[in-house]
């Protein structure tokens, strides 16, 4: 890995350094100075003036690199998505990307389930309980009723963010006073069916509505929310301060120095765009782009919400990193098996070699296609044995199949179910190739 990020900004070479960075000078270097005889007054001057010249070099870089790099966005710096569209129009398709729609507030079109008596129930096995989906005019309700009749009790919590663009599934927030938790139940795409909410192996452990939303389940699916520091509780926020689902400013940094740039008479005089743009980032750092969120839940080393694209993800948050030999698992860590394939390791290959993430990214031939960026149909064994039609715009379908996560599972009605997720490890799968 490179030690400094590198990368060029409006045809300049800039380079942000970073903690741990030190200058040192070679010896050969060192070997050349040598003592000219000069009387000491002199000397002092000409240090003097060197001094003066290379501080104030410094203060100006400093001083144009702050400037030039945005701030991470947050509520008091956002300018939003429509603000970046009344220039950029054709990246309009964003606001239909699972990127943008992965957190919203809770309305019919947001809500994928059912909440029409007989559809709207989970029942919990072997209980007297069972979860209750409601809608009405004041919003959409969970509730955990116990028992049957004039006896039963019950609980009620309503949704404040649905977490999901519904690709897979989703699952719902409420707001305990200040403190942010997940309800019990989420809903499953594939199989539209009500179903206990992942990671606890028994819906039962989930009746007592206990589950807190830690930052990092935000980093990941909102642009920003203030949290509210508590040395017991990490999950209390302000809930107005809340940008929820992706925007165009969490991955391209807080557009406000960008946009009053742009809108001003004197736009080109001087100063850099004022936004990241990622295509220009070394490898490194548009790797990191994008492992913010898809390399997995990590350690943090600075406070949530403060990276911006274009530093170093490693000085904010430190990914696991996996043996070679490790199960990595399909869900949220793409990067991890990606390195893992011949083609980024023998490429200048990064995840935006294969994805526009302004478009949605469904379509697997299209994808087939972005394989033959770098390889020929002809270099599948399989295209001499059974012909073009039998491998052309289905290169992904059999290098990289869907794969079962074990990370995402949940409890249906007792029986556990895992979702399925693309490999992003790209090789020979042997089972495929009698597909
Ligand atoms: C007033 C119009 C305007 C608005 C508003 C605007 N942009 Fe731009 N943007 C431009 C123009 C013009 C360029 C090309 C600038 C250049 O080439 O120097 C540009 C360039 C960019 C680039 C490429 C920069 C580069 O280094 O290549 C990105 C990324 C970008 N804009 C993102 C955004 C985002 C995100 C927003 C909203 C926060 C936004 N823009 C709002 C006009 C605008
Ligand atoms: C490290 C980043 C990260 C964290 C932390 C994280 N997620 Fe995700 N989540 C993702 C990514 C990436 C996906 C996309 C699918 C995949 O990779 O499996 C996803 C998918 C989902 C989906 C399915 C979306 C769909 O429609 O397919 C739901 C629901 C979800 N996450 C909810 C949550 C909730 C709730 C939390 C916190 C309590 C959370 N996630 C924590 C990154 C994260
Ligand atoms: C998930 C991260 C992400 C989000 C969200 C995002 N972008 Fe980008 N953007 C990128 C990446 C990566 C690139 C460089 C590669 C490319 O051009 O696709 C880029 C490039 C750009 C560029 C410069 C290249 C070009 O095609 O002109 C503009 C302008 C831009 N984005 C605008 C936007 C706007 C406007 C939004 C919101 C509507 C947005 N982006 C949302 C990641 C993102
Ligand atoms: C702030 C966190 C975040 C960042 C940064 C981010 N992603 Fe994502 N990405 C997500 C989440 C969360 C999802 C799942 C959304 C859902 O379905 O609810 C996702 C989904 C996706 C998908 C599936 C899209 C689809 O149409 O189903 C692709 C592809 C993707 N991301 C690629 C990228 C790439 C490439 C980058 C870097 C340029 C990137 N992402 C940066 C959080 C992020
Ligand atoms: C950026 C260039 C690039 C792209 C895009 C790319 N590859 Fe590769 N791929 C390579 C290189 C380079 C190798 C290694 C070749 C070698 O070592 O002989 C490779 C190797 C492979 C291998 C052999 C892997 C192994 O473990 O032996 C397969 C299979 C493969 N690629 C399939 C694909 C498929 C399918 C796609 C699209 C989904 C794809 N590649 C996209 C560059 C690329
Ligand atoms: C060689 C091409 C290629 C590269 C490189 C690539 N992807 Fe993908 N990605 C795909 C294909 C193909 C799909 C499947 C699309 C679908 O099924 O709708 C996909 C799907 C996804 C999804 C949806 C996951 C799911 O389980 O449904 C996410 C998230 C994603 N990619 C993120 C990334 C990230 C992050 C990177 C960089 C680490 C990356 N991708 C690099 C080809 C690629
Ligand atoms: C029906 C499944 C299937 C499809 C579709 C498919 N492949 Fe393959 N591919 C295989 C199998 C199986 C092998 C291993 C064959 C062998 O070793 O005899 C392989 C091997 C390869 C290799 C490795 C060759 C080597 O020398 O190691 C590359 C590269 C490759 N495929 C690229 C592609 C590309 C590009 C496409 C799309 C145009 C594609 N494949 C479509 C199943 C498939």
């Known amino acids: 890995m490179a030690s400094k990020d590198t990368f060029t900004i409006a045809g300049e070479r800039s380079e942000l350094p970073h903690r741990g960075d030190a200058v040192t000078m070679p010896a050969r270097t060192r070997s050349q100075f040598r003592l000219v005889s000069m009387p000491a007054h002199l000397w ?6 060197m ?6 070099a410094l203060v100006i870089r400093a001083r144009r690199a702050r400037r030039r790099w945005p701030e991470p966005v947050s509520a008091s710096n956002a300018v939003g998505d429509q603000a970046c569209l009344s220039c ?3 990246k309009a398709s964003f606001e239909r990307t699972a990127h943008r729609l992965t957190m919203r507030p809770p309305t019919r079109d947001a809500l994928i389930g059912s909440f029409r008596p007989g559809e709207n129930v989970l029942r919990v ?6 979860f209750r989906m409601d809608a009405d005019s004041t919003g959409f309700y969970q509730s955990l009723v116990t028992g049957t009749g004039p006896d039963s009790t019950s609980r009620t919590e309503r949704v404040a963010f649905v977490a999901g663009s519904g690709r897979k599934g989703q699952s719902f927030l409420y707001w305990s006073g200040d403190r942010l938790m997940q309800l019990p139940v989420s809903h499953w795409t594939a199989l539209d069916r009500w179903i206990g909410s992942p990671g606890r192996a028994r819906i039962e ?10 930052p990092r389940c935000l980093e990941c699916h909102a642009t920003w929310i203030e949290p509210i520091p508590d040395l017991q509780l990490d999950n209390r926020y302000r809930a107005d301060s809340a940008i929820i689902g992706i925007t165009c400013e969490r991955c391209h940094g807080s557009g406000q120095e960008h946009v009053t740039r742009e809108r001003s008479f004197f736009r080109h005089v001087g100063r850099g765009p004022g936004i990241v743009n990622p295509a220009r980032l070394s490898r490194d750092r548009t790797m990191d782009a994008c492992a913010q969120c898809h390399g997995g839940p990590g350690d943090p080393r600075a406070p949530p919400f403060t990276y911006v694209a274009g530093r170093r993800l490693e000085d904010y948050l430190h990914l696991i990193p996996r043996a070679a030999d490790e199960a990595v698992d399909v869900h949220a860590n793409q990067v991890a098996l990606l390195e893992r394939s011949r083609c980024y390791q023998s490429s200048q290959m990064t995840c935006i070699t294969c994805h526009d993430v302004h478009r949605p990214q469904r379509d697997t031939q299209e994808i087939s296609g972005r394989c033959l960026t770098c390889h020929q149909p ?7 044995t059974r012909g ?8 992904v379908d059999c290098h990289m199949p869907l794969e079962t996560s074990h990370l995402v599972v949940s409890d249906l009605e007792g029986q556990l179910m895992r979702v399925q997720g ?3 490890w790209i090789r020979v799968y042997p089972e495929t190739a009698g597909h």
């Open 378 to 384: 002809q270099s599948c064994p399989l295209f001499a």
């Open 88 to 90: 950029h129009r054709e």
């Open 51 to 56: 001094g003066l010249g290379t501080s104030t």
């Open 388 to 395: 073009a039609a039998a491998i052309k715009g289905r290169c």
């Open 125 to 130: 096995e072997g209980t007297d309980m069972h």
């Open 422 to 424: 693309r490999s992003h």
């Open 44 to 49: 002092l001057a000409v240090f003097t003036v």
């Open 205 to 214: 452990a989930s009746a007592s509505f206990n589950r807190g939303v830690a």
